[in-house]
């Protein structure tokens, strides 16, 4: 995914910071790595929100076979918790007169299904997010 600024950009002005404070030229290049190794993992952190975030607003509608495929006996459990939110949202909609609840989508069902899901099951989840061509 594409940053507003690349490294290059970012180590440029780390060595303008630090040749600033130091008042020489030379930068310490293991406070350097340092930086730049947790800038690296900021961004990948990011990028795994971000394509999340993109993943729960525009889901396959069959993700949980895609995702468990391996396991049928578990694609039908976690679809059958699935259609369970999406019944009592439906309901919710047609008995409700709020507008924040007749206005909920899908992607908030993700979220649910998502806070619903095993530890090792989010992983699987955020795993095959992550593996989608953006």
């Known amino acids: 995914m594409a940053h507003t600024k690349t490294l ?6 780390l060595h303008t ?12 290049k293991s406070d350097l790595y340092l930086d730049l190794h947790l800038l690296e993992k900021l961004c990948e952190k990011q990028d795994s929100i971000v394509a999340f975030t993109y993943y729960a607003n525009n ?9 468990w495929k391996d396991n049928p006996l578990l694609v039908n ?3 059958d918790k699935w259609d369970t939110l999406v019944t009592q ?21 993700f ?24």
Do not use: P, W
């Not at 910071?17 to 310490?28: H, I, L, M, R």
């Open 17 to 28: 910071t630090y040749c600033k404070d130091n008042k020489s030229n030379v930068v310490d």
């Open 89 to 109: 949202l439906t309901k919710a909609r047609e008995e409700c007169s709020n507008l924040f609840v007749r206005n909920m989508t899908g992607t908030v069902l």
């Open 8 to 13: 290059e950009d970012i180590t440029k002005s």
């Open 59 to 67: 889901f396959h509608l069959d993700f949980i076979d895609r995702v």
């Open 111 to 134: 979220y649910e299904f998502y806070m619903m899901l095993d530890q090792s099951n989010k992983e699987l989840l955020n795993e095959f997010i992550l593996n989608q061509k953006q």
């Open 77 to 79: 459990h976690l679809q």
